[in-house]
């Protein structure tokens, strides 16, 4: 069974940073396309980051770039984002999610897995 995990979520203050990690299981994720999306109540959910596992391509939200960073471990199968310079607007509920191929990376529709979502606050 698959199954996708987050953690790190969190409380932080605008210009502050946190590591969000999502664990990898059931299956090799080698050729998948990782994302991260998030979405608050009353919005869509929305991209924020992607990349291709094996490639180490990453593609970026316009509202995220130069502040947050996907990256992967291959040992510990996870997947992390890496968020600075946060701003009250990131303020969601952010998910994991994965699909068995390289494909459009900013597209919700295109992932197969997701997990349960991971709350991140951040005040003024």
């Known amino acids: 069974q698959v199954q996708l995990v987050e953690s790190g979520g969190g409380l932080a203050q605008a210009g502050g940073s946190l590591r969000l990690s999502c664990a990898a299981s059931?299956?090799?994720?080698?050729?998948?396309?990782m994302g991260w999306f998030r979405q608050t109540p009353g919005k869509e959910r929305e991209f924020v980051a992607a990349m291709s596992w094996s490639g180490g391509n990453t593609w970026y939200a316009d509202y995220v770039k130069g502040r947050f960073t996907i990256s992967r471990d291959n040992v510990k199968n996870s997947v992390y984002l890496e968020m600075n310079s946060l701003k009250p607007e990131d303020t969601a509920v952010y998910y994991c999610a994965a699909v068995d191929k390289i494909t459009v990376p900013r597209l919700e529709s295109e992932y197969d897995y997701w997990g349960q979502g991971t709350q991140v606050t951040v005040s003024s």
């Open positions: 059931g299956r090799s994720f080698r050729r998948s396309t």
